[in-house]
C-alpha cells in the first residue's frame, strides 16, 4: 500500500543523491563524460519525484559540469531551471549561484552585456550572504569582460578586490587569474605597476605547478575511491533486479 509506495520513493530519493554525489567526484577528477551520465541519470529520477528544492540543486551541478565540458547552451539551460526554481522559492543565497553561473555560460557563448547585467545583480547578493569565494570570482570575470572592452580602470578595480580576497582565502590558481587580469588592465597606462603583477602572477603560476603535481597524485587516489563506489551502485541496483 502507501508505506511500500513511500519505500519506494524513498529508495529513488536515496538512489538520486548517491547519483549527484558520484557526479560531484567525477566531476573533481575531472571524468567529465560520467559526471554527465551521473547527474542526467539522478535528475530523471529527481523530476518524477517533484522534489523541487533538489532539482534546483541537480540543475545546479548539471551547469557546472556541462560549463567545464565545454557544452555552453546546455549549461545556460541548466543554470535557468535552477534558477526559476530558487527565484520562485525566494532562495536569494542560491539565486546568486545561478545568476553567476549562467553569467559564465553566456561570456563562453559571446552574450558579454547578458553576462555583464547578471554578474552586477549578483555580486551584491554574494556580499549580503558573505559569500567571500562566489564574490572574488565574479570580480574576476567582471575584470577580465571590461578589459576585453577596453575600461581599464574599472577593471582594474575589480582585479584588485578578487586579487586580496583570493590572497587572504590561499587560492592561487585565482589569484594568479586576478594578478594576469591587473597585468593587463594596467600595461598601457601604468606599465611599472603592472610590471610588478605579472612577477607576482608568475612566481603564483610556479607555485601551482607544484601544487598541481600534488594534486595528481590524490586525483589517481579518487579515481580508485570513485570506480570502487561506481562498482557497489551496480552490484546493488543488481541485486535489487534479482530481489
Known amino acids: ?17 548517491s547519483l549527484n554525489s558520484l557526479a560531484g567526484i567525477c566531476l573533481v577528477a575531472k571524468q567529465l563524460d560520467d559526471a554527465e551520465r551521473y547527474i542526467d541519470e539522478a535528475l530523471h529520477i529527481r523530476k518524477r519525484l517533484k522534489d523541487s528544492t533538489r ?3 541537480q540543475y545546479g551541478m548539471s551547469s557546472e559540469i556541462h560549463h567545464i565540458m565545454g557544452k555552453e547552451r546546455q549549461a545556460l539551460d541548466d543554470a535557468r531551471q535552477a534558477y526559476a526554481i530558487d527565484s520562485a522559492r525566494g ?8 545568476l553567476a553561473q549562467m553569467a559564465s555560460a553566456e561570456a563562453k557563448l559571446g552574450r558579454l552585456a547578458q553576462a555583464e547585467s547578471h554578474l552586477r545583480e549578483a555580486m551584491p547578493i554574494f556580499a549580503k550572504t558573505g ?4 564574490l572574488a570570482v565574479c570580480q574576476n570575470q567582471m575584470g ?6 577596453g575600461a581599464h580602470e574599472e577593471a582594474a578595480d575589480y582585479f584588485r578586490r578578487a586579487a586580496e580576497s583570493f590572497a587572504q582565502l590561499r587560492d592561487l590558481y585565482n589569484e594568479s587569474r586576478a594578478q594576469r587580469g591587473l597585468y593587463e588592465a594596467l600595461k ?5 605597476q ?8 608568475a612566481s603564483l603560476k610556479d607555485s601551482i605547478y607544484h601544487h598541481d603535481m600534488e594534486q595528481a597524485v590524490s586525483q589517481y ?8 563506489l561506481a562498482l557497489q551502485h551496480k552490484r546493488e541496483s543488481m541485486a535489487k533486479r534479482v530481489n
Open 221 to 228: 587516489k579518487v579515481k580508485y575511491e570513485t570506480e570502487k
Open 194 to 201: 603592472a610590471a610588478i603583477h605579472m612577477g607576482r602572477y
Open 188 to 192: 598601457n597606462s601604468n606599465p611599472k
Open 131 to 134: 559569500n567571500a569565494t562566489s
Open 91 to 98: 532562495n536569494t543565497a542560491k539565486v546568486g549561484i545561478r
Open 1 to 17: 500500500g502507501s508505506l511500500d509506495t513511500e519505500r519506494r520513493m524513498n529508495d529513488k530519493s536515496r538512489i538520486s543523491s
Open 55 to 57: 532539482i534546483a540543486i
Open 144 to 149: 577580465e569582460m571590461l578589459n576585453q572592452r
